[in-house]
């Protein structure tokens, strides 16, 4: 029953996994889904393998083995880390690099130890501070759920590894046993139940649609396409550069005095420091970025009021905004994924206001 249990999940995370691939074309997380497909492979094959193969079982079953491909789990969340143009390449040499550094243990076991798998003291913490790190990113993001998951895939997995887990599972042989019998199929379910919630995150549901709606009456019908493109970019990539595009994106509307700000659910109105002049309009195309196309489908400017009674931004001043999100993202994504998302956001609009 274990066994069977254990291959559907397996089954559902493998074929998860290449569901809406697609999606990713054109963006820096291939090699994450790589990494990904990777590590579900090999759990799936370390565990399942000698069910089906017992003549395997000898070299397949071994808790080395079984530690290389547990390990191998942590290595999509440090792809991410690196997925920015033009690093995003050489740093899955330093995500590989990271994985052999993690298996020293094994080498030792094969080379020193007779085979005997030993756990040092500082691999056995280096294993829980990998796992809170992948958690980190994820989780202020839509695809909390799905880090979750995976942080909790990969402590079951680890567990009889990490620090004072494994003393624990010897002293208490009933525990041990469970946790060995009943391994397999928690580690795939969970993983499977993972890939499940980044699908269902990523899709436009009505309380997407909602909100899209309600930053366009707050804001512009441009802002609120501009709002969609940042958070599926936040979502997708995670806490980290999130963070790192918005402050590259406010010092911009600082220094350009826009009277938006680029805020975690998206672009809100602030303000403006002066009243504003065709001189400081100019000023806000930002020389740098003024070379950047605007995109036929977004849609014209609408004739939206800030809170407080100022104006909303100028058409040139929304022009400088999608120049800038536009240059910053395509370290990370194609000017095609941006493009879909904003005709995304018109459609949702049009929708509505369709009688």
Not at 77 to 105: E, N, T
Not at 274 to 301: C, F, G, I, Q, Y
Not at 306 to 327: D, K, N
Not at 334 to 342: G, H, K, M, N
Request: charged share 15%.
């Amino acid at each position: 029953m274990l066994v069977a249990l254990s291959t559907i999940f397996a089954v559902a995370a493998l074929a998860g996994m290449f569901w809406r691939r697609s999606r990713l074309a054109g963006t820096t997380l291939l090699a994450p889904w790589w990494w990904a497909l990777l590590a579900v492979a090999s759990v799936a094959l370390v565990e399942l393998g000698p069910r089906f193969a017992p003549s395997a079982a000898g070299w397949l079953g071994q808790s080395a083995t079984r530690y290389t491909a547990y390990v191998a789990m942590l290595c999509p969340s440090m792809a991410i880390l690196g997925a920015k143009r033009p690093q995003d390449r050489p740093w899955q040499a330093i995500v590989l690099s990271l994985w052999a550094i993690l298996l020293v243990p094994v080498f030792s076991s094969l080379f020193f130890a007779g085979g005997q798998l030993r756990v040092e003291s500082l691999w056995s913490w280096f294993l829980p501070i990998l796992i809170l790190v992948g958690l980190l990113n994820p989780l202020p993001t839509r695809q909390a759920i799905a880090g979750l998951l995976v942080a909790l895939a990969q402590l079951v997995a680890l567990g009889e590894f990490l620090p004072g887990v494994s003393t624990r599972l010897e002293d208490n042989e009933s525990l041990g046993a469970w946790t060995s019998q009943y391994r397999t199929p928690l580690v795939l379910g969970l993983l499977a139940a993972a890939i499940a919630a980044v699908h269902l995150r990523a899709r436009m549901t009505t309380a997407r649609r909602r909100q899209i709606a309600r930053q366009a009456a707050a804001t512009s019908a441009e802002l609120a396409g501009l709002s969609l493109v940042w958070r599926d970019f936040r979502d997708a990539f995670g806490s980290l550069w999130a963070l790192r595009l918005a402050e590259r994106v406010n010092d911009s509307a600082t220094r350009y005095d826009w009277s938006v700000r680029l805020q975690w659910d998206g672009f809100e109105p602030v303000p403006p420091q002066k009243d504003r002049t065709p001189e400081d309009d100019r000023a806000a195309e930002v020389p740098e970025l003024s070379n950047v196309p605007e995109p036929s489908n977004v849609p014209e400017p609408s004739k939206a009021v800030e809170p407080g009674g100022s104006s909303a931004p100028t058409a040139q001043t929304l022009t400088a905004i999608e120049s800038s999100l536009r240059v910053l993202l395509r370290r990370f994504v194609s000017p095609e994924w941006i493009d879909a998302r904003l005709a995304t956001a018109a459609q949702t609009l049009a929708s509505r206001d369709r009688p």
